[in-house]
């Protein structure tokens, strides 16, 4: 799995923004632009969750319901980092963020992503959203 750095999450009043990074280090031995990649969230007492996901270009992606509309996800395949926009937060977008490859369709991740064998690496950044 690849190893990635997440960086950017902090602690938000509701209503504001967030920008998330996630760079890989280029370690692992597999090349960034082969994979969708995309973004988790887990939060105390809850499922891990697919939060939104991006094909290799960026033109296919994937965004659970409760935050379209508010984030954005995009990626830059020559820095090797995948980022996401977060607009207009809400308290229950609190948790920690992580992000991982994934060799399938976005279009899964949401499906793929609660699964027990999903596998992630990385620290994560935390985001805590007050009211």
């Known amino acids: 799995q690849m190893e990635v750095v997440e960086s950017g999450g902090g602690l938000v009043q509701a209503g504001g923004s967030l920008r998330l990074s996630c760079t890989y280090s280029?370690?692992?031995?597999?090349?960034?632009?082969?994979?969708?990649m995309g973004w988790i969230r887990q939060a105390p007492g809850k499922e891990r969750e697919g939060v939104s996901c991006?094909?290799?270009?960026?033109?296919?992606?994937w965004y659970a319901d409760s935050v379209k509309g508010r984030f954005t996800i995009s990626r830059d395949n020559a820095k090797n980092t995948l980022y996401m926009q977060m607009n207009s937060l809400k308290p229950e977008d609190s948790g920690m963020y992580f992000c991982?490859?994934?060799?399938?369709?976005?279009?899964?991740?949401?499906?793929?992503?609660?699964?027990?064998?999903?596998?992630?690496g990385g620290q994560g950044t935390q985001v805590t959203v007050s009211s």
């Open positions: 991982a490859g994934y060799p399938g369709t976005p279009l899964a991740w949401g499906v793929v992503v609660p699964t027990p064998d999903f596998r992630y």
């Open positions: 280029g370690n692992s031995g597999l090349i960034f632009e082969d994979y969708a």
């Open positions: 991006s094909d290799y270009s960026g033109e296919m992606t």
